[in-house]
């Protein structure tokens, strides 16, 4: 009865183009179609399948075949047991096909258990499948009814959409008064000019517009279907920029942000500034972009250009002070299996906060370190930093202590994550470049990707701490040795403020002879190191080995062999690969050539460009191998 009324209304409404208005009778007739199909599974129940159409009433029958919704009833096995003309007219096209080819083409069945609607893809066209299940009686199987929508239009309209959504690019020139500190201003308007050419190369058919805000960043807007380009091609820019050469020799290198996706350009100039931060925390010469699923990065082939800024450490320093003399304890925590840099760094701030009478303990799990000869070395010491467990830390931990982590900034891998969580006041002292899990509610964050490692780091800011006289000579030792072990003998990542801090802290008493001896190994070390470089394969030009080694000092040994198949000639990275309580590990090293770290990072790991690792759970040694393999040779592939 409804349903004679509504559809005249309806018409008539089309008919003087008052389309509201017949809209307005759109649900009646829905109601009525859906009471159609309730009155279908009515009969159903009574009668088997094979007896449902002789039935059904003839009047009924039209009605059910003149819907203008396309519908399809399938039975629980997948047999397509009816469809309407709408659905034959619509959707098929080829009404002569039959029900085989409904079964074969759409698999309606599969989406019956689906809480949500699904789009299902059929002759080149979007349709959403809303479906309806109906109990039967026991001589017969379940019925489901699809319901099917044309959206082709409308999911073209929404991808139009978000490829026409603005998106925010942020791009800084990589230590640019570095660079031209001692260039002629002559060469710094030809750089400009140069930096700007390519810049507009970049932009070319973008649609989009570009404008320096200063002299060393850039401010730009496009559309982000012009982005998912740009992406697809890697940000080729970077390699452009590379191509600039500052003096005959020094390249000219690109930081990038990227931030779209969002729902404003506010927003999305916020993401573009937190993408920059992070391209320029893990050492410049790369895009962030920042995704709903996180950042993924692009480039970072490139050695960093040294820099270092006096006022920054001495305002570091200065505010560090500050937090150690209002605390009422200080906590020194690095990450887990602490090697002589993280453990080598806290010895020696453990040194300066004892000097400011301030009560400060070592938090490091001794099982597990592979800083344990230092840590002997240390506890025999005339004045020797206090080591303990993260068990006993966390006794002791109260509302005004002061966690300052070195040597990571990775809050998955620090000593202890509970230790971390129950200070309130946490401040942080790195040099990898910038992880995606960093701590974000530091009161202080002193990252520094350019510096060859944490004790370097520590040892500018102690220059900078009002003491009374200078740390004792043991402190000094454990931040020589961790310079040493981060440079490789002062090979890697040494720069100028490396020689610097070394020089300091040898005038203040660090015995060379003292820190190689650090550096010893046993005999049976020494074999197993050995081993490892013998079962070595060369893949391109990186050397890996795996072997199943049994020792206490396992990562040691790793770590060392991994430094010592760099001397190989033609090689130009190194992966060793060995067993640890969850699966397998992988001590990674380079030249430079190759950044270690975004191979690493592909496999759940990091570090920075010459040193990385990562942990493999619940994997066999082959499987770790061919994971390596897989990334590395789309590492190579990028390239």
Known sequence: MLLSIAVPLMAISFLYDNCHVALLFLPALLFNALFIVQLFFMFRRRYPINRIRADMSSAETPILEQLMVPVVLVQENGNVFWYNTAFANQILQEPGKGKQLVQRLLHLHTYASQPQDQIVEFQNRSYQVHSISCTAQKDTSPMHAFQFTDVTELLQWKRDFASAKPCVLLLVIDSYDDILQYAKESEKAQVSAEVEKVLEQFMAGTNGVIRKIENDMFYAVMETRHLRVIMQEKFKVLDEARKILVNGRIHITFSIGVGFGADSLEESEKFAHQSLDMALGRGGDQAAVKTENGFCFFGGTSKGVEKKSKTKIRSVATALQELIENADQVFLMGHRFGDLDAIGSACGLAGAIDMMKKPVSIVVNQKNCL?????????????????????????????????????????????????????????????????????????????????????????????????????????????????????????????????????????????????????????????????????????????????????????????????????????????????????????????????????????????????????????????????????????????
């Open 371 to 639: 800083a344990g000869q230092l840590i002997r070395r240390m506890k025999d010491a005339e004045r020797p930093p206090e080591f303990i467990e993260p068990e006993e830390a966390m006794e002791r931990v109260s509302s005004n202590s002061l966690l300052i982590v070195v040597d990571t900034h990775n809050k998955d891998i620090l000593e202890s994550v509970e230790l971390y969580k129950a200070c309130r006041y946490v401040a942080v002292i790195d040099h990898h470049r910038k992880n995606v899990n960093f701590i974000e509610n530091a009161v202080l964050f002193h990252h520094e990707p350019y510096a060859s490692s944490a004790s370097e780091m520590v040892t500018e800011i102690i220059q900078y701490f009002h003491l009374n006289g200078e740390i004792p000579a043991a402190n000094a030792d454990a931040l020589l040795a961790g310079i040493t072990l981060d440079t490789k003998n002062f090979v890697m990542r040494t720069g100028v403020r490396t020689f610097e801090a070394a020089a300091y802290l040898r005038k203040i008493g660090a015995d060379t002879i003292q820190v190689k001896s650090l550096f010893s190994s046993t005999i049976s070390m020494y074999q197993i190191r050995s081993q490892i470089v013998a079962h070595a394969e060369i893949y391109h030009k990186s050397a890996i080995s795996a072997v199943k080694m049994q020792d206490a000092d396992t990562r040691v040994i790793a770590a060392q062999a991994a430094d010592e198949l760099l001397s190989i000639q033609g090689v130009e990275a190194s992966f060793v690969l060995f067993p640890d309580q969850s699966g397998f590990s992988i001590s990674a090293r380079s030249l430079g050539a190759m950044n270690v770290q975004l191979v690493m990072e592909e496999l759940g790991g990091g570090g920075h460009q010459t040193m990385a690792a990562t942990q493999l759970a619940g994997v066999t040694l082959q499987e770790a191998k061919e994971r390596l393999l897989q990334v590395l040779e789309a590492y190579e592939e990028k390239k």
